[in-house]
């Protein structure tokens, strides 16, 4: 099956720099790739999404970058305040699973203001 | 949009007690999925239903995890009997079809096994 693996497991900057988290996959036939960011106590909020068709997408200052050929995908954040403080998932998925998500272990990021 | 529901919201049961998850979600939407959140990991996915079929089940425990889905709404995960390894966050998650990848999660329920 499918195997995430997400880094950073802590991120630490300070407010207004950038934060990047990576992850790989191993399934070449996953072809959707979203983000959600979880505060403490509450739901999974998804944040951004890629399809294996498209190489970049950003939305206000996240922004999601796909390497096919490399197995592996990043979350951009820019401009970063305390509020994007928060653990941030990535996960994989492909319509041949059912469209199941093999999430990574988790990014937590705080941001220092 | 009303979200997804799930209760409750936190459960505190003695090790061997059978304890029962409830899920309703987004109105119409077909596909349902209940994940186990272990303290600091990622979701693992359970149980995912079609309306009122399985569609994978592959990691769900058997031997002490039931879930069903009876008229393709509401949705039930027990668990029978506990064991204290069962502590986690279980988040239902729905999404409008088996096709649709985008997935929306419940608040979770919290579950403490003593």
Known sequence: GENVEQHPSTLSVQEGDSAVIKCTYSDSASNYFPWYKQELGKRPQLIIDIRSNVGEKKDQRIAVTLNKTAKHFSLHITETQPEDSAVYFCAASSAGTGNQFYFGTGTSLTVIP | ?114
Do not use: M
């Open chain 2, 1 to 114: 949009e009303a979200g997804v529901a799930q209760s409750p919201r936190y459960k505190i049961i003695e090790k061997r007690q059978s304890v029962a998850f409830w899920c309703n979600p987004i109105s119409g939407h077909a596909t349902l999925y209940w994940y186990q959140q272990i303290l600091g990991q990622g979701p693992k996915l359970l149980i995912q239903f079609q309306n009122n079929g399985v569609v994978d089940d592959s990691q769900l425990p058997k031997d002490r995890f039931s879930a069903e889905r009876l008229k393709g709404v509401d949705s039930t995960l027990k668990i029978q009997p506990a064991k204290l390894e069962d502590s986690a966050v279980y988040l239902c998650a729905s999404s409008t079809r088996l096709a649709e990848e985008t997935q929306y999660f419940g608040p979770g329920t919290r579950l403490l096994v003593l």
